[in-house]
């Protein structure tokens, strides 16, 4: 069984930071990638940051430059430094990861269960 275990939501002004945290275990052989999405109400899931294994990254256009993904191999974790937020980057933030649970398995999607970004203007 794995487990994404998401922490750092929260209310926070506009131009102001925060900074999530996502932590997987279990039984895991490898981590291929791991991502954050949101969800706004009313409003299709959408990605806003990857970054696979080899250390790459991608971003929603919108948070270019002011969204930081980042990785911690050894502890299987994943941060989002989250700079000059706007009201409009409100939602629920997902984190996502692609696995193998053992050598012989197919990639998998793995996700977390959500925290709460609130931005006030």
């Known amino acids: 069984q794995v487990q994404l275990v998401e922490s750092g939501g929260g209310l926070v002004q506009a131009g102001g930071s925060l900074r999530l945290s996502c932590a997987a275990s279990?039984?895991?052989?490898?981590?291929?990638?791991m991502g954050w999405y949101r969800q706004a109400p009313g409003k299709q899931r959408e990605l806003v940051a990857t970054?696979?294994?080899?250390?790459?990254?991608n971003y929603l256009d919108s948070v270019k430059g002011r969204f930081t993904i980042s990785r911690d191999n050894a502890k299987n974790t994943v941060y989002l430094q989250m700079n000059r937020l706007k009201p409009e980057d409100t939602a629920v933030y997902y984190c996502?990861?692609?696995?193998?649970?053992?050598?012989?398995?197919?990639?998998?999607?793995?996700w977390g269960q959500g925290t709460q970004v609130t931005v006030s203007s």
């Open positions: 279990g039984s895991i052989f490898s981590i291929t990638a």
């Open positions: 970054i696979p294994s080899d250390g790459g990254t």
């Open positions: 996502n990861a692609e696995l193998r649970r053992s050598i012989l398995s197919m990639i998998e999607a793995y």
